[in-house]
C-alpha cells in the first residue's frame, strides 16, 4: 500500500474517532481550542512537510502528524510549525495545549 498524505476529512474522522467516551465535563473545557482544519509546514526532521493544525491558543497549536499518525503541539509563526513535540491522543495534546497556553 502506498503512501499518501492526509486529507483534512481524514484528519477530522481520527479526531472524531478519538473524541468517543471522552468525559463531557472535559469535552466541554477542551473543545473551544478546536479550529477549522487549515495546512502549515514544518521542519520534521530535516525535511521539510506539512501538517493539519486543528487546535490553538494564540501562536500555541495543536497538529496532527501524518507520518506518525498522532496529535502533538508546537508554536505557529507564519505558516510554519516550531518546536513541536509529540504527545499522542488528541485529548493528551489538547490537555497539553491547555496547559501551556495557561503560561503563555
Known amino acids: ?3 499518501a498524505p492526509a486529507t483534512k476529512e481524514e484528519v477530522l474522522a481520527c ?3 478519538e473524541w468517543v467516551g471522552i468525559d463531557p465535563a472535559l469535552r466541554t473545557a477542551l ?4 479550529v477549522e482544519p487549515y495546512l502549515v509546514s514544518w521542519d520534521r526532521y530535516g525535511e521539510v512537510m506539512r501538517a493539519f493544525v486543528v487546535a490553538r491558543i494564540g501562536k ?3 497538529f496532527f502528524d501524518e507520518i506518525e499518525e498522532d496529535f502533538g503541539t508546537a508554536k505557529e509563526v507564519d505558516g510554519c510549525l516550531l518546536q513541536a ?3 499522542g491522543s488528541i485529548v493528551l ?3 497539553e495545549l491547555q496547559r501551556l497556553g ?3
Open 60 to 62: 500555541l497549536v495543536v
Open 15 to 17: 479526531i472524531d474517532r
Open 1 to 3: 500500500m502506498n503512501w
Open 102 to 104: 495557561t503560561n503563555v
Open 85 to 87: 513535540a509529540f504527545y
Open 93 to 95: 495534546a489538547l490537555r
Open 31 to 34: 473543545e473551544g481550542y478546536f
